[in-house]
């Protein structure tokens, strides 16, 4: 199975704030690799896919780039919406496989 | 209005079985991916099963393979999660998403879940 490790599991960060997250696949996937949102008690919404994709209706401050093993989730002028936990997910081999997740908190 | 709508959730016990649906609408589920995936209590996302738009393209993960079976009904424009011999540690909310294009590619759509609890 390919692990998926996501960091960091959580950062704190203020509103206005730039942050990123990466996701490092244990073998090569190319570039078939999503990104999710999740906030409590809601489902998981997509937000990219083919690593740097934007799904329909996703603003511009999400952003994704990497290939092969390492990517990387952008998240630029933090707002309050933002603040939630965020999943990627490796589609190349089954089983899929998510990464353990991030928290974004308020700071 | 693309749309997803899980049902059938609820309190089993340890043993028992349960079957969730996922209707579509707004879309035709028979033309796409569809797979679901959980979430245990304080716990990340996984993977559980999913179906292809070829009725050979089925998979599972390890966790529920031989329990659960996933199947469509095209003329309802629903997927099934038929799930046997429950353990406590498949109690979890269970969503349903589409795909994009005839695979999963990274999914599109997502339903709001619903919980199934294993307890005796």
């Known amino acids: 199975d390919v692990q998926m490790t996501q960091s960091p599991s959580s950062l704190s960060a203020s509103v206005g704030d730039r942050v990123t997250i990466t996701c490092r696949a244990s073998q090569g996937i190319h570039n078939y690799l999503a990104w999710f949102q999740q906030k409590p008690g809601k489902a998981p919404k997509s937000l990219i896919y083919?690593?740097?994709n934007l799904q329909s209706g996703v603003p511009s401050k999400f952003s994704g780039s990497g290939s092969g093993t390492d990517f990387t989730l952008t998240i630029s002028d933090l707002q309050p919406e933002d603040f939630a936990s965020y999943y990627c997910q490796q589609y190349d081999h089954y089983p899929l496989t998510f990464g353990g997740g991030t928290k974004v908190e308020i700071k | 209005e693309v749309q997803i709508l899980e049902s059938g959730g609820g309190l089993v016990q340890p043993g028992g079985s349960l079957r969730l649906s996922c209707a579509a609408s707004?879309?035709?589920?028979?033309?796409?991916?569809i797979i679901w995936v959980r979430q245990a209590p304080g716990k990340g996302l996984e993977w559980v099963s999913g179906?292809?738009?070829?009725?050979?393209?089925?998979y599972y993960a390890d966790s529920v393979k031989g329990r659960f079976t996933i199947s469509r009904d095209t003329p309802k424009n629903t997927v099934y999660l038929q799930m046997s011999s429950l353990r406590v540690e498949d109690t979890a909310v269970y969503y349903c998403?589409?795909?994009?294009?005839?695979?999963?590619?990274?999914?599109?759509?997502w339903g709001q879940g619903t919980l199934v609890t294993v307890s005796s």
């Open positions: 179906i292809g738009v070829r009725v050979d393209n089925i």
């Open positions: 083919h690593a740097s």
């Open positions: 707004g879309f035709t589920s028979s033309d796409s991916a």
């Open positions: 998403a589409k795909g994009r294009g005839s695979g999963w590619n990274g999914g599109d759509t």
